[in-house]
C-alpha cells in the first residue's frame, strides 16, 4: 500500500530513494516470524518508517541533500536506526531534505525541491521537509528527522503533522550527519503524539558511541502519566501579539489557550526579554560548528572529488568543496569561518556563547514558574516556493519560535492545531508548540495528545 501510494505522489519529490524490494522482503520476514510465532514481535513489528538523507544505514547511500557526498555509502547504521530494526520496524526509503539540513523550505536541496501535499505551488517547510510530507500523504507511518533549530517541528506544523524535539542528548547522534552538534537533536514526525511518543522510547538511551547522550533513564513516552492538578502553562505573548504573526495563526492559538482554559489548566502570559537575540545566537553558533564539521568533506574522504583544472592539493580542495557544497551551504560556512576567526572569535562566537547561557537562565526561570511553555510552531503558515528564496533573513524568521528549545536543549513538540482557511486556495495547516522542562517527554505527550 504504501509503496503504491508512494508510485502515485512523486511529483512531490519526497523520497531520494526507495528501498521498495528489501521492504517487501523485510514485510514478508516478518509475516512470517509472526505466523510461526518463531520470535516475539517487536514494539513496532510491521510499522513502515521513512529515514531522513542525513541518517546512515549501512549499504546504503547517503546524501545529506547534498553533492559533495556523490557516490557515498554508509558504512554502518545510526543508532536510532538500529534500535528501530531491532523492534522490527521496517525502512522503506530516504527522504529528501535541505542540503546538510540547512534551511526552512526544502529549498535547499540537491534533489529538487519536495512540494507541500496540502498545496503542491508550497513548501513544506525544512529542513526535513520529505519526512514530514511522507506522513502527511501517507507514505509511510512515520519518519524520523533531525532537529538542529525546528527542523522537525517546523515542517510538521507546515504540513498538520506531529513533531517532537526530544531532550538534546536523549537520542544518540552517532551515525547522524552533524550539522552543529552542541545543537543536533534526532527526532520523530508521526501522525499523533502517541506514535511520536513511542519511536522516541524506542530510539533513547545511552549509546557508548556518543559521549553527550545521557544516562538518564528511559521512561514509557508513549503511557499517559496520571495528572492529578491542573498544568500551569506559559503562553509567549509574542506568539500572539508580534506583527510577524498571521491573523490565521493567532486566532488558532488564542483558541488552543481557550481550550486548556476550559480543561481547567492555568494559562497565562510571559515575555522572553531576549527573544531578538535568539535568531543571531543561533546562526553565529551553528555557522561556527557547521565550519568545523563540514571541513571533513575534503575530496578525499567521501564523496565528490574535482578533477578537472586541479593542479595541486589544495586546488583539488577548493574545486571539490565548490562543485559539491550548493550556495546556502557554502554562506554559512564563510559565515561560521568568519565567527571562528582569530580576530573576531570574542566579538562572535564568544558573545554569542554567552547569550546562549542566558537564554538558558531566562527560561529555567520560566519553568520554575510553568510546567509548560506554548506558541505558535511558526509565525505563518506555509509560503509559497521561491517566496523567500531571494531575502535569507525573511527565511530565518520561520524559526523564531522553535530554535529556542535547541539553543537551551529543552524537548518541544509540534502538533496540528487547526487551519488556515486561505481564501480560495486549499486550507492551510497551522501548528501549536509545546515545550516541557529537560526529560520531561512523557508530561509533553500526555499534555499535546491528552488536552488538545
Ligand atoms: N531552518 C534552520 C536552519 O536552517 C533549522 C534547520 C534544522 O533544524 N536543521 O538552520
Not at 509511510?140 to 504540513?159: E, K, N, W
Request: aromatic fraction near 8%.
Amino acid at each position: 500500500q504504501y509503496l503504491s501510494r508512494i508510485a502515485d505522489h512523486q511529483h512531490l519529490n519526497v523520497f531520494t530513494e526507495v528501498y521498495a524490494d528489501e521492504a517487501r522482503c523485510r514485510a514478508d520476514e516478518l509475516d512470517t516470524s509472526r505466523a510461526t510465532q518463531t520470535a516475539t514481535p517487536g514494539r513496532l513489528h510491521g510499522m513502515v518508517i521513512g529515514i531522513k538523507d542525513v541518517l546512515s544505514y549501512a549499504g546504503h547511500d547517503l546524501r545529506a541533500g547534498s553533492r559533495i557526498l556523490d557516490g557515498f555509502e554508509a558504512q554502518f547504521t545510526a543508532t536510532a536506526i538500529e534500535r528501530l530494526l531491532a523492534e522490527d520496524a521496517i525502512i522503506i526509503g530516504r527522504q529528501n531534505c535541505d542540503e546538510f539540513a540547512m534551511g526552512s523550505s526544502n529549498e535547499n536541496s540537491a534533489f529538487g525541491p519536495v512540494r507541500n501535499a496540502a498545496d503542491p505551488t508550497r513548501v513544506p517547510g525544512g529542513s526535513s521537509g520529505g519526512s514530514a510530507v511522507a506522513v502527511q500523504a501517507g507514505l509511510c507511518l512515520a519518519s524520523i528527522g533531525s532537529d538542529t533549530g525546528g527542523s522537525v517541528r517546523q515542517p510538521a506544523a507546515f504540513c498538520g503533522v506531529v513533531g517532537l524535539k526530544p531532550t538534546y542528548g536523549r537520542v544518540s547522534r552517532w551515525g547522524l550527519v552533524a550539522y552543529a552538534s552542541s545543537f543536533d537533536c534526532i527526532g520523530p514526525i508521526a501522525n499523533t503524539p502517541t506514535d511520536a511518543a513511542l519511536l522516541l522510547e524506542v530510539m533513547a538511551g545511552p549509546d557508548e558511541f556518543d559521549s553527550t547522550v545521557s544516562s538518564q533513564p528511559v521512561d514509557t513516552y508513549a503511557s499517559p502519566l496520571e495528572r492529578e492538578q491542573p498544568a500551569r502553562i506559559a503562553y509567549l505573548i509574542d506568539g500572539i501579539e508580534s506583527e510577524g504573526v498571521s491573523p490565521a495563526v493567532r486566532e488558532a492559538t488564542q483558541r488552543a489557550i481557550d481550550t486548556l482554559r476550559a480543561a481547567g489548566h492555568v494559562v497565562e502570559p510571559v515575555t522572553l526579554s531576549l527573544l531578538k537575540h535568539l535568531l543571531p545566537t543561533y546562526y553565529v553558533l551553528t555557522t561556527a560548528e557547521a565550519s568545523s564539521n563540514l571541513s571533513r568533506f575534503d575530496g578525499v574522504r567521501y564523496g565528490h572529488r574535482a578533477t578537472e583544472g586541479v593542479t595541486d592539493l589544495i586546488s583539488m580542495y577548493k574545486k571539490s568543496r565548490t562543485e559539491g557544497f550548493g550556495p546556502e551551504v557554502r554562506k554559512r560556512i564563510l559565515l561560521g569561518t568568519f565567527a571562528l576567526s582569530a580576530s573576531y572569535y570574542d566579538a562572535y562566537y564568544t558573545k554569542a556563547q554567552q547569550v546562549r547561557r542566558l537564554v538558558r537562565d531566562e527560561t529555567e526561570r520560566v519553568f520554575a514558574q510553568y510546567d509548560f511553555l506554548i506558541m505558535p510552531t511558526t509565525p505563518t503558515p506555509a509560503f509559497i516556493l521561491g517566496e523567500k528564496s531571494a531575502d535569507p533573513l525573511q527565511m530565518y524568521l520561520a524559526d523564531i519560535f522553535t530554535v529556542q528549545a535547541n539553543v537551551t536543549g529543552y524537548p518541544a513538540i509540534s502538533i496540528p492545531n487547526g487551519t488556515d482557511p486561505n481564501g480560495d486556495g486549499p486550507a492551510l495547516p497551522i501548528g501549536l508548540q509545546l515545550m516541557a522542562p529537560p526529560f520531561k517527554e512523557r508530561a509533553l505527550v500526555t499534555m499535546a495528545e491528552t488536552y488538545l
